[in-house]
């Protein structure tokens, strides 16, 4: 069974920065669209960025310029890398995998920003 591991949450200050991991056994992540989601306190999940198999990556518009998603394929690792962190990026960050068939989701890591 595939289980998506996140890794790299904490409380940081506002404007501060953070770099989230995922990483997953028995995928070739390269080959797959990674997701980061969010979902803060009383709102609903949101889709924060995409990198696809190709290297193309989106971004939900509060977190252009200061998020950037990326992959290390030697590692096998996607990552999140967050600055200029504001406190309404608090959330659990979650990593999807999506291989087309199939999704699959993290437990979540908790980022917590304070002001």
């Known amino acids: 069974q595939v289980q998506p591991v996140e890794s790299g949450g904490g409380l940081v200050q506002a404007g501060g920065s953070l770099r989230l991991s995922c990483a997953a056994s028995?995928?070739?992540?390269?080959?797959?669209?990674v997701a980061w989601y969010r979902q803060a306190p009383g709102k609903q999940r949101e889709l924060v960025a995409t990198i696809g198999s190709g290297g193309s990556t989106n971004y939900v518009n509060s977190v252009k310029g200061r998020f950037t998603i990326s992959r290390d394929n030697a590692k096998n690792t996607v990552y999140l890398q967050m600055n200029s962190l504001k406190p309404e990026d608090t959330a659990v960050y979650y990593c999807n995998v999506d291989m087309g068939w199939a999704r699959y989701w993290g437990r979540g890591t908790q980022v917590t920003v304070s002001s």
């Open positions: 028995g995928i070739t992540l390269s080959s797959n669209v």
